[in-house]
């Protein structure tokens, strides 16, 4: 049995003018290899202000899945997290949601 752990991102809103993205919708999905009834989602939208003229500038046309979870992990920050320790944290919890399911699901019978 493994927690398998999937980060996305759904869809986005941009300027057409600029190319740049003023909503990113993204989710984390937790699910476990055996049992498929048992998985957890977080999910959200992160509102950006795109300034063309800005160091680091990422056009809508030249972005990556990659940049823009980057982004998601950043704004998932509390205290003094890195981005990556927000990242685990978020993964932790849905791990932990799924294992309860499991957990739920082993004490109980049908019949």
């Known amino acids: 049995m493994a927690t398998i752990v999937t980060w996305s ?3 986005m809103k941009r300027d ?9 919708y993204w989710q984390c999905v937790a699910a476990d290899d055996t049992h ?3 998985y957890a989602t ?5 509102r950006l202000e795109p300034d063309a003229s800005a160091d680091g500038f990422v056009a ?16 998932l ?3 003094e997290e890195t981005a990556e320790e927000a990242k685990l944290r978020i993964e932790a ?18 019949g």
């Open 9 to 11: 991102v759904t869809d």
């Open 16 to 24: 057409v003018a600029s190319g740049g993205v003023k909503l990113a």
């Open 36 to 38: 498929t009834e048992c």
């Open 42 to 46: 977080e999910g959200g939208k992160l």
């Open 60 to 75: 809508y046309d030249d972005l990556t899945e990659t940049t823009v979870l980057g982004w998601v992990y950043n704004s």
């Open 77 to 79: 920050i509390e205290g």
């Open 93 to 110: 919890d849905r791990t932990g949601k799924v294992q309860g399911q499991i957990d739920r699901a082993a004490s109980q019978s049908s």
